[in-house]
């Protein structure tokens, strides 16, 4: 062991130094590794949008963008999903059959869904646009008729979907709402946009 003096204000600056190089390289890495996630405008293009839905309480909607477009995903009652059939017999497309927005394969069916509570769908409607607004209530309403088993209503023209996204025959809007590319990460995590684990 040296018996050598250690000068104080040489260990200080050491230190100091070290420690200004330790900042100065965690400014560096953060724009750097930030730089992995998809940008803004990425997202836009039509990066997957991945979502929390474990607060999603049954008979609520969450709505959220992806590829500019708003896409809701509600969890519906067990009474709501039995309503599905009672509604096929006014609709339009009941299977989903027209192909101008082609439905997945996972969402070929009565509730046009991977699991039958859960419904995810682009919430703008097929003929001009327009984002319908919820009408979960069943019963008769103003613009509804009196058998309205729930859904989702145009208010702009009129056209009226059931709580698949399915439109009513005789409406404006020529197809079903579209259903997005999508897969469950979890039981609490969906992912929008992509339906293939790479």
């Not at 405008?41 to 708003?70: C, N």
């Not at 097929?126 to 979960?136: A, E, I, M, W």
Request: hydrophobic share 35%; glycine share 8%.
């Amino acid at each position: 062991m040296s018996d050598t003096p250690v000068d104080t204000s040489k260990r200080t600056w050491l230190i100091a130094s070290g420690c200004a190089g330790a900042v100065g390289g965690v400014a560096v890495a953060v724009p750097f590794v930030s730089s992995f996630q998809p940008s803004e405008r990425a997202k836009a293009a039509g990066a997957a949008v991945e979502v929390d839905i474990s607060a999603l309480k049954p008979g609520e909607k969450l709505t959220v963008e992806w590829r500019g477009k708003p896409v809701w995903i509600m969890k519906r009652t067990p009474e709501q999903v039995e309503s599905l059939a009672k509604t096929e017999s006014q609709l339009a497309d009941p299977k989903s059959e027209r192909k101008t927005y082609p439905i997945p394969e996972y969402a070929n069916n009565q509730h046009r869904s991977i699991k039958p509570e859960l419904f995810v769908g682009v919430g703008i409607c097929t003929h001009l646009g327009c984002s319908p607004g919820d009408k979960f209530q069943a019963g008769p309403q103003p613009s509804l008729p009196d058998d309205w088993q729930g859904g989702f209503l145009c208010a702009c023209h009129g056209s009226t979907f059931d709580l698949a996204g399915r439109v009513f025959k005789n409406k404006p809007a020529p197809d079903n709402l579209e259903v997005p590319p999508h897969m469950y990460l979890s039981d609490t995590r969906l992912l929008i946009g992509e339906d293939k684990k790479a």
